[in-house]
């Protein structure tokens, strides 16, 4: 297991606090009734998109998307803090479960507030298994191949009468009934293009949806064009391609063409995106394509291994939310959070239907380009120079450290936002603090994303603040700053 830190104790503590306090006014919100404030929280369409597409009441969606942004932040702690014995995550209705291979794994789940479910395989195990069972099976009777990390085991699923020829090939590369599920679907899935609507872009012929803005142009999905291949409306050039194997894709726009950090919800309004942090397995997400509009569903499973057509494809994310052709490349949103960009599927938006997403995360990082966040169509000013008061300094792996102190400093009532600028390569962590009426700290706001640079944005009471830097992985030098009400 990784070493206890500061991470461990203060912010899975902080983390826990936070929850209960998140669920109690979600489930006060559910018992009176959810008023027209609870929903004007939300983007535009989206609580309604809820309600046709899971089934729920006003109140019951509003309730989950509390429930479901309180866990993903909870799973996202817990998971940096644990090593080699980590699982998986799901989300069950208001409970997290973090599956760990080891007893001291299983008790720093439940220190940190979250239900611990010990299993023979790490994820990582179980990620080389799917492998080794797709690259056994005939690839032309494969639909796709994930983890499923509530039965802690792979699943295979493959076209109809083949299950018994799968099963078998599955066997003679060495791998147990027990390990592996090999499931008959009725339908294989294929890439989503050529239908225009709403956000949608033109390469030739052909028509996709715009997936998340970022500097310089857009990502979308690998298969709409080529390295090299032209778009229109908005005009711009393939400058990153990569399917199959992935699915993702950077076209860089014209300087006439604006990006801006939003989703269409295709009600009239837009969803602003605020970052990419990955969601939990059983969070609700949603979907905006230009042929099928808005659609939700949640997250089944993390880096699944799909087949289509033109070749196989790894790492997609699996949901239950529909999509059909023309929808691919667009945005995949868990809150405003965004999480990839449609890749494929099954099905359809009658239906209902399984689609995969190319996770944005690593389009980013492929393209190396930044996510456009906040709605305005502009990119973060360089280091943290709009802020009011900077900080700078240089921290060791696994080392942290307070600004402007540990003594803090005061703020009044309103909203305290940071931001910190780490070096290329390292993984550097931002919270913030406010101590209470007994002189303890507890951690009211964070980011921590795999990426050097944070930002973070609290609106509270008035009281002592401080802010704390954090190495979870690396060394080097960093600026930041904040700024007060």
């Not at 938006?349 to 944005?360: E, L, N, R």
């Not at 305290?416 to 700290?441: A, H, M, N």
């Not at 030098?477 to 904040?482: K, N, R």
Request: aromatic share 8%.
């Amino acid at each position: 297991m990784r070493r206890t830190s500061f991470r461990a104790i203060t912010v899975a503590t902080a983390a826990a606090t936070l929850l209960a306090a998140s669920i109690t006014a979600a489930t006060a919100g559910t018992a009176a009734g959810s008023d027209k404030s609870d929903v004007a929280g939300y983007a535009p369409g989206m609580v309604a998109a809820m309600e046709r597409d899971l089934g729920l009441t006003t109140a019951q969606a509003v309730t989950r998307l509390k429930t479901d942004e309180s866990l993903s932040a909870k799973q996202h702690t817990i998971v940096k803090a644990l090593d080699k014995g980590y699982a998986g995550a799901w989300v069950d209705g208001s409970e997290l479960f973090v599956a760990v291979t080891d007893k001291a794994g299983a008790a720093e789940v439940r220190a940190a507030g979250a239900n611990a479910v010990t299993v023979d395989k790490s994820l990582s195990q179980l990620e080389r298994l799917a492998t080794k069972a797709y690259r056994a099976a005939p690839d032309a009777k494969v639909a796709a191949a994930y983890v499923d990390v509530e039965s802690n085991s792979v699943v295979m699923e493959v076209a109809k009468g083949s299950k018994a020829a799968v099963a078998a090939a599955v066997a003679r590369a060495g791998l147990s009934a027990g390990s592996v599920s090999v499931v008959e679907v009725a339908e294989l899935p294929r890439t989503l293009i050529n239908v225009i609507g709403g956000n949608a872009y033109y390469i030739g012929g052909g028509r996709c949806s715009v997936g998340f803005s970022v500097t310089g142009g857009f990502v979308t999905a690998g298969h709409c064009g080529s390295r090299g291949a032209t778009t229109s409306q908005p005009s711009g050039t393939f400058q990153v391609s990569s399917f199959p194997g992935n699915d993702y894709a950077y076209v860089n726009t014209g300087s006439d063409d604006t990006p801006i950090g939003a989703v269409n919800n295709y009600n009239g309004g837009t969803v602003n995106v605020s970052g990419s942090s990955q969601a939990a397995v059983g969070a609700s997400v949603c979907r905006s394509g230009s042929t099928t509009g808005w659609h939700c569903g949640t997250i089944q499973a993390f880096n699944a291994t799909v087949n289509y057509a033109e070749g196989s494809v790894s790492g997609l994310i699996r949901t239950n939310v529909c999509a059909e052709p023309g929808d691919s490349g667009g945005s995949l949103l868990a809150g405003s959070q965004a999480q990839g960009m449609t890749s494929g599927g099954n099905g359809n938006c009658s239906s209902g239907g399984t689609t995969y997403f190319q996770p944005v995360n690593e389009a980013l990082s492929a393209a190396s380009v930044t996510l456009i966040t906040g709605g305005g169509g502009t990119t973060p000013p360089p280091g943290c120079a709009s802020q009011e008061t900077a900080f700078s300094g240089s921290l060791s792996s696994g080392a942290f450290t307070y600004k402007p102190s540990s003594s803090g400093f005061s703020s009044g009532s309103g909203t305290i936002t940071g931001c910190l600028d780490g070096p290329s390569g390292v993984d550097f962590d931002l919270y913030l603090q406010k101590r209470s009426g007994s002189g303890s700290w507890s951690t009211v706001a964070q980011g921590i994303t795999a990426a050097p640079d944070e930002s973070v944005s609290y609106s509270g009471t008035s009281g002592t603040y401080r802010w704390v830097v954090d190495s979870y992985s690396g060394s080097g030098s960093y600026t930041g700053g904040y700024s007060t009400p």
